[in-house]
């Protein structure tokens, strides 16, 4: 059964930085993107950011500010988080689609890691 498990999260000051981690587990797979998503109390789950083939792109909230990387020997995907704001108080999701050997994909979500901005 794969699993993602995330981690970093914490509380930080208005400005600093937290990097998120994130591993894929539990058996043989190929992984066709991962991404990183968050919501916020009383809001909808949005994206943040996401590698897929060499690429990364990002929310315009996020952009410039916060970096998405990925390592494919160890299945897993981080992402640094600078010049934090308040406003990027959120649960944290890591996603990944997964190929099938049919060529269609899945996805698997993480369990979410809590990111706190305040002074």
């Known amino acids: 059964q794969v699993q993602l498990v995330e981690s970093g999260g914490g509380l930080v000051q208005p400005g600093g930085s937290l990097k998120l981690s994130c591993v894929a587990s539990g058996g043989v797979f190929s992984i066709k993107a991962m991404a990183w998503y968050r919501q916020a109390p009383g809001k909808e789950r949005e994206f943040v950011a996401q590698v897929i083939r060499g690429r990364s792109n990002y929310s315009d909230s996020v952009s410039g500010r916060f970096t998405i990387s990925r390592d494919n020997v160890r299945n897993s995907v981080y992402l640094q988080m600078n010049n934090l704001k308040p406003e990027d108080t959120a649960v944290y999701y890591c996603?990944?689609?997964?190929?099938?050997?049919?060529?269609?994909?899945?996805?698997?979500w993480g369990q979410g890691t809590q990111v706190t901005v305040s002074s």
């Open positions: 996603k990944a689609d997964f190929w099938r050997v049919s060529g269609s994909t899945y996805t698997h």
